[in-house]
């Protein structure tokens, strides 16, 4: 291991002196710098660019946390440990945020601060390393984002959701996740048979340090090949889901993942179309009523407004088989487009596959639906 080079920041002479006298003689550590400040700890680092900063977290001029915050934005790939006496929770939280890597209690002892010396930076060293190995994958992966939209309540949009993902997965054996962006209603883990004991919810609750490496503690692997990000349990819990948090989590998703299928609800909402502009494609749905065709050409005439490009909307005609006086050469002449995507009708199997929360794309007994969910997603690829 190389020799790790030391900055210590406290405005203690005693306490700057026992770190000193304490890392003298351990192999392979130096310090090559002091600082009696927050201030002057900012300068320091940048006149040493140490390995590590042993910062106290209380000093005059500026504190241990905002001489934190610009040593990280400075210099990212300093390891700060945060000394303190404070053993209350709300300070190693803002110690974190700030960008901190750990956080020591005074007072402490030889082997207490060495051992978190050497831990500490191993395991960001690690982490640099595992970074490195999943930006090579994302490079190599070149992720796709599938939103399933419709402006029309029941007309097939999360069955549509949830089968394309596992068809996709059958087909690219990739890794697939589902996100249920239905923040107040949605369905997905009850059509999945999936309990969540974790949602969105409690993922932007950490956002602050949601990364590569945490994410999948905030995300369910089922047993039908794809993974899913849940919904909220509660409606009212809908609001504290944010642009802002999307933005990050998607970009995030896409570290980790082949194939993102977004669950969306019927509204063109902030939340929606912050999704829908990033997307690569959008499955957008309707089925052979009159009500569900007016409805697509709102909608699709809506996307035009927004400059979306023809190629990243493709019309999927849910229940296709059905004739009430409207056919498949009628719904294009409405909405002035070709038809990608057809799935035939069969509400026995719906209604039993949702009832039962077994998709129809794990059923062993093939039936008239799986073909339309196929071409899906060998089309999307």
Known sequence: ???LRLLIADDSDKTREIIEKILEYEEGMKVV?????????????EKFEPDIILMDINMPVLTGIEATEQIMYKLPDTVIIMMSVQKEIGYLKKTMEAGAKNYI????????????????????????????????????????????????????????????????????NKKVII????????????????DPSITIIELIEEIAILSSENIHDYIIETELGVDILAAPKKPEYADYVTTEHIKKISHIL???YDYIVFDMDNKFSDLNLTIMDQTDLILYITTMEITSIKNAKLGIDVMK???????????????????????????????EREIDFCIKSNDK?????????????????RNNMMEGFEKIAKGVR
């Open 1 to 3: 291991m190389k020799e």
């Open 33 to 45: 710098g002091h600082a009696t400040n927050g201030k002057e700890a900012i300068l320091m680092s």
């Open 105 to 172: 209690l005074k007072p402490f002892n030889t082997e207490e601060i060495i051992d978190t010396i050497r831990n500490t930076y191993k395991k960001e060293k690690d982490k640099k390393v595992q970074i490195e190995r999943l930006k090579e994958k994302k490079d190599a992966r070149n992720p796709k984002t599938i939103t399933v939209f419709s402006t029309k309540g029941g007309v097939g949009k999360s069955t549509t959701a949830i089968n394309t993902a596992i068809a996709i997965k059958k087909e690219t």
């Open 179 to 194: 996100v249920d962006m239905d923040v107040y209603f949605g369905d997905i883990c009850t059509m999945s048979d999936v």
């Open 254 to 256: 896409k570290e980790n």
């Open 305 to 335: 407004s927004l400059n979306y490009a023809d190629e990243k909307i493709k019309l999927v005609v849910n229940k296709s088989d059905e004739n009430y006086g409207i056919n498949l050469g009628d719904i294009k002449k409405v909405l």
């Open 349 to 365: 199997i719906v209604v039993s596959s949702i009832n039962k929360g077994i998709p129809i794309m794990t059923e062993k007994k």
